[in-house]
């Protein structure tokens, strides 16, 4: 079974960086893709990030240039590292993880495995 669990959420300020993690038990890095999603305070779930099995990664306009995707296939883990941040980051992050690439990627739908979130809150 399958469980991601996120972890590193927190409190800070605008203009800081928040690291946030993602343990993945279970999981296949050999073929396996890994995202980022977020769900603000009465909005719909939105892609973040996504990075592929041979390392490319994919960014949303909203965060390109502040936000980098990464993974260690030796720890199992995907992370995400937030530099200046804006209130408008403010979110529970999601992890969400699948075998094999999918070219709505940046969509909910095509990703098996979702962790609980973990909650960012950026303060202005």
């Known amino acids: 079974q399958v469980q991601p669990v996120e972890s590193g959420g927190g409190l800070v300020q605008a203009g800081g960086s928040l690291r946030v993690s993602c343990v993945l038990s279970?999981?296949?890095?050999?073929?396996?893709?890994m995202a980022w999603f977020r769900q603000a305070p009465g909005k719909e779930r939105e892609f973040v990030a996504a990075?592929?099995?041979?390392?490319?990664?994919y960014y949303a306009n909203s965060v390109k240039g502040r936000f980098t995707i990464s993974k260690d296939n030796a720890k199992n883990m995907v992370s995400l590292q937030m530099n200046s941040l804006k209130p408008e980051d403010t979110a529970v992050y999601f992890c969400?993880?699948?075998?094999?690439?999918?070219?709505?990627?940046?969509?909910?739908?095509?990703?098996?495995?979702w962790g609980q979130g973990t909650r960012v809150t950026v303060s202005s």
């Open positions: 969400a993880a699948r075998q094999g690439w999918h070219i709505y990627y940046s969509t909910v739908e095509p990703w098996n495995y």
């Open positions: 279970g999981f296949s890095f050999y073929n396996g893709a």
């Open positions: 990075i592929r099995s041979n390392g490319a990664t």
